[in-house]
């Protein structure tokens, strides 16, 4: 991943008129959760860009509304990642003893980034460029949960 210390102002005409303001988000968030029973994670590319929101949001910052559903795989790059310690709320997963590591990870297919726990890991054995796999259920329930926990592949 490039940082880059700059900004980037863009001169022009933005016509926010235009743009429907009021979005229902709970009808994406059911769609979205809905595919989770199936283990499918799906998104929204927008039109606009073709950047692909995973989980879905009504709006694009590139001022366009993604409205093409699509499927995204359940592998991921990690692109961020932290674990508690002793400090932190006991620190431990509850029965294993281990740190609790959350990692920010970027779906195969998509464009932003969402959370996941990655189950089984030794902190030592993370980094930022690994892959993961998304631990399904066996009966997904369409919650968030069920693609709360991953593993490192």
Known sequence: MEYKEETTSIQGTWPLEQWRWKHETSVLAKKFLEALKDKKIIGLKCPGCGLVYVPPKPYCRCLSIPDEW???????VITTYTFTGSWSFGGRL?????????????YDGSD????????GVDPDDVAVGKRTRVKWPENPQGGINDIMH???I
């Open 94 to 106: 509850e029965g294993t003893g281990a740190p609790l590591v959350i990692a920010g990870v970027m």
């Open 150 to 152: 991953s593993e490192l």
């Open 112 to 119: 932003t980034q969402t959370l996941a726990i990655l189950d």
């Open 70 to 76: 699509v499927e995204v795989k359940d592998t991921a």
